[in-house]
């Protein structure tokens, strides 16, 4: 089976759909959360989603757009955008969501948004964490989100270690246990503007990460007519 992994998606349909044509023919989608907040078209994306079949979890944006989840902890753009989100969907995306778990099987994989540890919150970020979360998983495989930086650490004895990989990157699944991020699609945040994703294939025993151009312009366009904070229609061009 050839399961797109996608990730932060955030309300931009241009990079999801640019990232689906990529990594056809797929037989799943599996998505780790922050499908909307950030990007102008949370009802576009929730809908292409469903029509996809598309299996995952809840992330912190999803849970505070549809009031799961106090804005506090948010910084002021990522607040103004969740809030213009919570306003904005229809019922049926608010309903779509709400129905997300914040943790999930596919064995052998667990799929959560930060961590196991904490799936709303936490970030995968070192070997240290890495190492902390191996324990709290079953399975061998555990795919995050949440950083919006594709990477791998690996279980080995006690330690974490973090594997380097970049656009191409191929890595097996090989039974060496895992926690896999497959980068964001629609707000990448490690200095290439381009959507990350991951082709997981679990015949061939492969993930494989890509990086696909998407019209960027056309996200900043609409999130200026829809007056959504300036700097996160920036960042975008920067992959930051
Ligand atoms: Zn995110």
Redesign the pocket.
Known sequence: MRIAVLS?I?GNLPALEAVLEALKPYDAIWQLG?IV?YGPQPDEVVARLKAEGATGVR?N?DSAAIGALDTDAFNDDARAAVEWTAERIAPATRDWLAALPLRTEMKPFTLVHGSPRDPTWEYVYSAGVARANFALFETAYCLV??T?VPGVFRQRGSRAEAVQIGPGTRHPLDGERLIVNPG?VG?PRDGDPRASALLLDTDAGTLDWRRVAYPLEQVQKLMEREQLPRRLAARLQFGL
Do not use: C, F
């Open positions: 932060d955030h922050d907040g992330g944006h989100g949440h919006h964001s707000q």
